[in-house]
């Protein structure tokens, strides 16, 4: 699978943005999808996933009620919709592949096939 992420940008806080993640290659039904993002000078750090059919969703505290994972096995893609921004969610947002059922192992924790990243910064 390779994969696509696009969508950031310069946004002032309290802003939205649609993160996008376009899938080509092996089947990407097959896979549940996650998002990660890298804020400067920090670790990579879970933000969501969704299981393979987009039935179920999981979300790290921090994004919670701003933060939507959606995916769509049609176009091959999966979202994030990104609202009520904040200066901490700057960062370099990644979407990966998830081999192992979201439902057991929520936070993705063997992501692969990692896209090369969209830069979402937020101004204060």
């Known amino acids: 699978v390779q994969l696509q992420a696009s969508g950031g940008g310069l946004v002032q806080a309290g802003g939205s943005l649609r993160l996008s993640c376009a899938a080509s290659?092996?089947?990407?039904?097959?896979?549940?999808m996650g998002w990660f993002r890298q804020p400067p000078g920090k670790e990579r750090e879970f933000v969501a996933s969704v299981s393979r059919g987009g039935g179920s969703t999981f979300y790290v505290d921090s994004v919670k009620g701003r933060f939507t994972i959606s995916r769509d096995n049609a176009k091959s893609t999966v979202y994030l919709q990104i609202n009520s921004l904040k200066p901490e969610d700057t960062a370099l947002y990644y979407c990966a592949a998830c081999p192992t059922a979201i439902s057991a192992y929520p936070t993705c924790p063997t992501a692969k096939y990692w896209g090369q990243g969209t830069l979402v910064t937020v101004s204060s």
């Open positions: 290659g092996r089947a990407f039904s097959a896979y549940g």
